[in-house]
């Protein structure tokens, strides 16, 4: 049973330029996060899908947005790309989300941009 | 405020020894999950434990357990018999209230090395 597997795991990038980033959740899952963590500090909460749809976002700018696909997968889009974007960004899967959920993370995407 | 708060940034433990991380957390709401993860250098979250708010004992797994003390709001790690392996970020996060798409929040990690 494979987990949650994301695409690609390094990326350098121009600022300015665009960017998109997929997951594919753990099998069964219906629930998808994106969390960006800078070097030295703990993940931020992007947003969430689930049923195709932005659940929950955090404090992050419309230049970060999001789909969630039929099959559950999922991408991550920033544009206009900052020095300050560059990150490990982070997706978590689970079925539903309540405070009880428990989240399965893939080994993340590592967003350099120059 | 913080929502979670891990005061060490930083801690040696020597191999086979147990070590204890701090986690304290900020919330209303009476509905709440304590997970914590561990990040190896690879980058990838590993689930270690999970504490529900209304859990009466203590949460264990294998040589992880959960020092939970709902009144002080703590949710403390205790790793035993440590292992080389054992060396990573740790890190303390939070899902709060019974509403659907809660999020995790998480505290700023503590950095564990394991000495042989």
């Known amino acids: 049973d494979a987990g949650v597997t994301q695409s690609p795991t390094h990326l350098i990038k121009t600022r300015g330029q665009q960017v998109t980033l997929r997951c594919s959740p753990k099998s069964g899952h219906d629930t998808v996060s994106w969390y960006q963590q800078a070097l030295g500090q703990g993940p931020q909460f992007i947003f969430q899908y689930y049923e195709e749809e932005e659940r929950q976002r955090g404090n992050f700018p419309d230049r970060f947005s999001g789909h969630q696909f039929p099959n559950y997968s999922s991408e991550l889009n920033v544009n206009a790309l900052l020095l300050g974007d560059s990150a490990l960004y982070l997706c978590?899967?689970?079925?539903?989300?309540?405070?009880?959920?428990?989240?399965?993370f893939g080994q993340g995407t590592r967003l350099t941009v120059v | 405020a913080q929502k979670i708060t891990q005061t060490q940034p930083g801690m040696f433990v020597q191999e086979k020894e147990a070590v204890t991380l701090d986690c304290t957390y900020d919330t209303s709401d009476q509905s709440y999950g304590l997970f914590w993860y561990k990040q190896p250098s690879s980058g990838e979250m590993i689930f270690l434990i999970y504490?529900?708010?209304?859990?009466?004992q203590n949460a264990t797994e294998g040589r992880y357990s959960l020092n939970f003390q709902k009144a002080r709001k703590s949710a403390n790690l205790v790793i035993s018999a440590s292992q080389l392996g054992d060396s990573a970020m740790y890190f303390c996060?939070?899902?709060?209230?019974?509403?659907?798409?809660?999020?995790?929040?998480f505290g700023g990690g503590t950095r564990v090395l394991v000495k042989p």
């Open positions: 996060a939070m899902r709060e209230g019974q509403a659907a798409g809660n999020k995790l929040t």
């Open positions: 504490q529900g708010s209304y859990d009466e």
């Open positions: 978590a899967s689970s079925f539903g989300s309540t405070f009880n959920t428990e989240a399965f």
